[in-house]
């Protein structure tokens, strides 16, 4: 079944020459189908690439899958135009009243600072109580999860030695939970933070369990007991090249940084995608068995 997007988004044609099947709004319209509604609260500043990254994984079920871009009305983005958020973002304000299936919040590259210091640190509180309140089940990533964290639970961060960056493999620490179903014993995740989640502080909360966790990369995927909230450490979304444009562009600009640990092929760079299907696996399955198995038909 295709994902729904504007026929003019950028994703649109990107995704159509993968192979993708996308569909606009209007055809979906004559189909006689109650789809998946998703909203995005899309944080990172490369937009673009960040709504292709999620789109296309949402697009890897069966599903018709509606996809509704929110936006931050209290911080204006400075790496896309204007007319990109005008056309194809919406604010809190216009889905106040829509109830929505699954939601998904991005990380940001605001990490280093304090949380109340953010400028859209209470419209983003916002909009995290309405996702509580009308919303089935919701993934934040990475700055994202410790911002949720945060807010609901009041654990807060750390920051850390040096940044994590690079692909970090990862294990489960429960058996059968759905949302790690057909994995690897061993798979393997992004990162690329400054900062970490309390640990402890996550291992103490009742109302959390964690699923997966590395010997590098600590707890990266938790959530909540009522499978409403769940918390994505590292950035499974991104795609093959987006660690290795970082390191680049960190590197131009003059700044410390190592290559991206387990990324690059020997001494070239050359990149090995090892994340591809945890990426596919963690959103398939969270849209089949914590978002379409249990989200009422009548929104």
């Not at 996550?202 to 707890?219: F, P, Q, R, V, Y």
């Not at 990426?279 to 379409?292: I, M, R």
């Amino acid at each position: 079944m295709p994902i729904i997007i504007p026929k003019d988004l950028p994703a649109y044609e990107s995704l159509l020459k993968e192979k993708i099947f996308v569909m606009d709004k209007e055809r979906a319209g004559t189909q006689d189908i109650r789809p998946i509604e998703i909203a995005i609260l899309n944080l990172m500043p490369t937009k673009e690439e960040t709504e292709t990254q999620l789109v296309r994984l949402l697009s890897n079920s069966p599903l018709q899958v509606n996809v509704t871009f929110i936006s931050t009305i209290t911080y204006k983005p400075t790496h896309v135009c204007s007319d990109h958020m005008n056309r194809f973002y919406r604010s809190l304000a216009e889905v106040k009243n829509v109830k929505f299936d699954g939601m998904i919040i991005t990380g940001a590259p605001v990490e280093t600072l304090a949380f109340e210091d953010v400028a859209y640190w209470n419209e983003l509180v916002e909009i995290m109580d309405f996702a509580d309140k009308n919303v089935t089940s919701t993934i934040y990533i990475c700055w994202g999860a410790q911002a949720a964290l945060y807010h609901h639970f009041g654990i807060g961060k750390k920051p850390l030695p040096k940044k994590m960056f690079g692909i970090f493999p990862t294990k489960a620490v429960v058996e059968n939970d759905m949302l790690l179903k057909g994995m690897d014993d061993v798979f393997y995740i992004p990162n690329s933070r400054y900062t970490e989640a309390d640990q402890d502080a996550i291992s103490a909360c009742k109302e959390l369990k964690i699923l997966a966790k590395g010997e590098e990369s600590g707890i990266s995927i938790v959530k909540t007991h009522d499978n409403k909230k769940f918390f994505f450490m590292g950035h499974a979304e991104y795609d093959r090249d987006t660690l290795k444009k970082e390191y680049l562009r960190d590197k131009q600009k003059g700044l410390e940084i190592d290559k991206p640990k387990n990324y690059f092929i020997g001494d070239t760079e050359e990149v090995n995608m090892s994340w591809k299907s945890t990426a596919n696996l963690l959103f398939y399955n969270w849209l089949n068995y914590y978002v379409y198995q249990v989200t009422p038909f009548e929104l």
